[in-house]
């Protein structure tokens, strides 16, 4: 799980791009709104990414979710849902 952990954060760091996230240290109790601040299109472009490194779909899972769910998400529950589909 700490790898799925440390390639789901370098590929958050390649979408948002490093210079956004410094100082800022990616754990499982990081959320994607309050502590990374990613907009919509950065969710498309990570979810590109995840489905191109992992098979995931990650707009299938956001799609059980409501908005407030998406936007409090940690990458903790996203880590969570990769090791549990590979």
């Given at each position: 799980?700490?790898?799925?952990?440390?390639?789901?954060?370098?590929?958050i760091?390649?979408?948002?791009?490093p210079?956004?996230?410094?100082?800022?240290?990616i754990t499982?109790?990081?959320t994607?709104?309050?502590?990374?601040?990613?907009?919509?299109?950065?969710?498309?472009?990570?979810?590109?990414?995840?489905n191109?490194?992992?098979?995931?779909?990650?707009?299938?899972?956001l799609?059980?979710m409501?908005?407030?769910?998406?936007?409090?998400?940690?990458v903790?529950?996203?880590?969570?849902?990769?090791t549990?589909?590979?």
């Amino acid at each position: 799980m700490d790898e799925v952990l440390q390639q789901v954060g370098k590929l958050i760091t390649e979408v948002v791009g490093p210079d956004f996230l410094l100082g800022v240290e990616i754990t499982r109790d990081t959320t994607f709104s309050d502590d990374l601040g990613l907009e919509s299109i950065e969710f498309v472009a990570l979810a590109d990414k995840l489905n191109a490194h992992y098979g995931v779909d990650l707009v299938a899972f956001l799609a059980d979710m409501d908005i407030d769910e998406i936007m409090a998400m940690s990458v903790g529950r996203l880590v969570d849902h990769i090791t549990a589909r590979v």
